[in-house]
Structure formats: structure tokens, C-alpha cells
């Protein structure tokens, strides 16, 4: 585990990087096939990031910044209303379904901006533990 914390910021670059390529490919490509390796590589990039910044969240050896306590939020918010979604997506209840919409609205808005920052925190954290204290 420590490896991963370790190169987690490497790791995240990586995903990044190829979630982006595969998002120009969908430009120059008219496949289903291609789209779905981008759905599949953006839920991967947010597992990864989540379940890295749930572990520093809880950890000791990790501070408790700012930017992490707003990043849990805001992706904790994120993950169970997707979960919820799922969940109560079959029911057709109008009500459910206006709120369902702002909340994937809110999702488009929000997950580049949370990708970018667990990004930044992961980079602060590699250079915070590699700093002498």
C-alpha cells in the first residue's frame, strides 16, 4: 500500500493522460468501442483517485488540508449520488428524475474540477513527504 501512496501522483498523471489521448481518438474515430474504453477510463480514473484520497483522508501520516476536506465533500457527494441514481433510476417518479438531472448536471461540472484536484493534492503530498520535517 505504501508503494501505491507513494506514486499515487504518477499514477494519477498516467490515467490522465491516457483518458485524454483516448478522448482525442473519439474525435478521429466514429466507434461505440472507443467510447466505451472512455467511460470505462474515467470511472477508473475516479475509483482510483477516490479510494487514494479516502485512504490519505483517514490516514495519519497525511494532513488534513483544506483541499482534501473539500475534495472529500464534493466527491463523496458525487459517488452517492451516483450510487443513488442506479439504485432509483428504474422508479419514474417525475420529481426523482428532475433531481437525478441536476445532479448529473452538477457531475459534469464538478468531475474535471475534481480530477485536477486530487491531482494537485497528490503532487503537494509527494513534495510534503519528501521534504525534510
Not at 419514474?92 to 486530487?118: A, H, K, N, Y
Request: hydrophobic share 55%.
Amino acid at each position: 500500500m505504501k508503494t501505491i501512496l507513494k506514486y499515487d501522483s504518477k499514477i494519477q498523471l498516467v490515467l490522465i493522460i491516457l483518458f485524454v489521448l483516448t478522448l482525442f481518438a473519439t474525435i478521429f474515430s466514429d466507434g461505440n468501442f472507443i467510447i466505451t474504453i472512455l467511460l470505462i477510463e474515467f470511472f477508473l480514473i475516479a475509483a482510483v483517485q477516490y479510494s487514494l484520497n479516502v485512504i490519505k483522508f483517514f490516514s495519519k501520516t497525511y494532513l488534513k488540508t483544506d483541499s482534501r476536506k473539500v475534495y472529500m465533500f464534493l466527491s463523496t457527494y458525487v459517488v452517492t449520488g451516483f450510487f443513488i441514481l442506479v439504485v432509483f433510476n428504474p422508479i419514474s417518479i417525475d420529481g426523482l428524475r428532475d433531481i437525478f438531472e441536476l445532479m448529473v448536471i452538477t457531475w459534469m461540472i464538478l468531475s474535471p474540477v475534481l480530477i485536477f484536484q486530487s491531482l494537485f493534492i497528490s503532487c503537494s503530498d509527494s513534495k510534503i513527504m519528501k521534504s525534510p520535517l
